[in-house]
């Protein structure tokens, strides 16, 4: 297994939530899963910034952050990581179109990516 990040995060640093992925990548339309907030429904009503570590679908982690610049703007930023596959994925600034409470996640619906 291949980490972008020696910190698993989660519970270990208060400040930081695993974001299961489904895929070994982001792109439009995914939807990474943010476990462990203290409470999902009142943060996915006002998302407020956060650091999360992705975790994608080929075991491969790596920290990420959840951005608010301005009130109704959600970005999350990612650096740059390499798949377990050895494929480079370049540093990349999404929007995130939804923010929904889902059981006990937060999805982030992503959208395209942020214009810099």
Known sequence: MSLASSSPGGPADADTFPAVCDHTHLFPGARPRVQGLP???AF?????PV???L???DGVITNAELRTPEP????LGVPA???AAGTPVDA???LVR???HVDDEVELRIGGLAVS
């Open 92 to 94: 990349r600034t999404w």
């Open 72 to 75: 109704g703007a959600v970005l």
């Open 81 to 83: 990581y390499t798949t």
């Open 44 to 48: 996915a009503a006002e998302p407020r």
């Open 39 to 41: 409470d999902p429904a």
């Open 98 to 100: 939804e923010v929904s």
């Open 55 to 57: 975790r994608f679908s």
């Open 51 to 53: 650091e999360v570590d």
